[in-house]
């Protein structure tokens, strides 16, 4: 058998070895993962929404309107806002690093990259309380210069770059490394600047993967809450991020307002799955070496 009839076989072979599995168990398995959504997805979903509107919309819209709710909607946007392009450097500039240059430690920059996948959120917001906090290790010289960085802005921020800042980096490393250096190493060689290579060759070549884990990453910025919850001190109208707003209303029994300010989050979770997917389908090359990974 020649190879090109081996390769028209194949697609047959696969659709024959699908078809001979029995009905049974397609069901089963398609009933089983209709199920888990409905629980775990669709369900909550509907609950968040269904309470937010329990008082109609007068109601959540004054629950929206509440100047603690505004303030901590007005933190979480400030967070993202400084959190974000400061992850998007540190992606690119790592990623440009692993993926372009060999050199001394490479993988050990690697695995701290991940490690804010493997350490517990609360545990990284303790880290900085025992550094910035009063009884920290450099808290007294802070506070001595009347420079607040726990339980105030600069704490907030701290934890949730730690917790997002591998999002960005995690995509483009393996994009990049799939793309190789042939077309910058070209650039070089006819003239271009290190500066205009990276803005005319590599940038164009990685922006829907780095579009997509900006994504990622605003999503986790503006959704955390166990990191920000020990940095902040959650005092009301001050230092609560929207997640943090959302626990107090719900201990206070106020569960519409709580509700409400939550479908804010479900609504930013809604559309990034929304955007998540157009670009995975208008882009998909692009985006599966870093999907993969």
């Avoid at 599995?21 to 398609?30: D, F, G, S, T, V």
């Avoid at 400061?86 to 990623?95: I, P, Q, T």
């Avoid at 070549?205 to 959704?223: P, T």
């Amino acid at each position: 058998m020649s190879n090109g009839e081996a390769a028209l076989l194949l697609p047959l072979l696969a659709r024959v070895s699908v078809a001979t599995e029995p009905h049974w168990a397609r069901r089963l398995a398609i009933a089983v993962a209709l199920v888990f959504l409905f629980l775990f997805l669709i369900l909550p979903l509907v609950v968040v929404f269904v309470e937010a509107f329990r008082h109609g919309l007068g109601g959540y819209l004054a629950a929206l309107q509440e100047a603690d709710a505004q303030a901590a909607i007005r933190l979480t946007l400030t967070v993202a806002a400084i959190a974000v392009p400061m992850n998007l450097v540190f992606g690119l500039v790592a990623s440009w690093a692993i993926a372009k240059f060999a050199f001394r430690g490479r993988s050990l920059l690697i695995t701290l990259i991940d490690l804010p996948f493997s350490v517990s959120p609360v545990v990284s917001g303790l880290i900085y309380l025992l550094l910035f906090g009063a009884q920290g290790l450099w808290g007294s010289w802070f506070m001595a210069h009347d420079i607040k960085i726990a339980f105030a802005l600069p704490g907030i921020v701290l934890a949730t770059i730690f917790v997002t800042f591998p999002f960005v980096a995690r995509q483009l490393i393996p994009l990049m490394q799939e793309q190789g250096t042939a077309e910058e190493e070209a650039a070089l060689t006819l003239g271009a600047s290190g500066w205009r290579t990276f803005l005319t060759v590599t940038l164009p070549n990685i922006k829907w993967g780095l579009l997509y884990g900006v994504l990622l990453c605003n999503a986790r910025a503006m959704g955390e809450f166990g990191a920000v919850s020990v940095v902040s001190g959650h005092i009301r109208g001050l230092t609560n991020t929207i997640p943090l707003h959302v626990e107090i209303l719900y201990n206070e029994y106020n569960f519409v307002a709580a509700f409400a300010v939550a479908s804010l989050l479900a609504c930013l979770a809604l559309l990034t799955l929304a955007l998540k997917s157009y670009l995975e389908w208008r882009h998909g090359a692009d985006l599966a070496g870093g999907a993969s990974h």
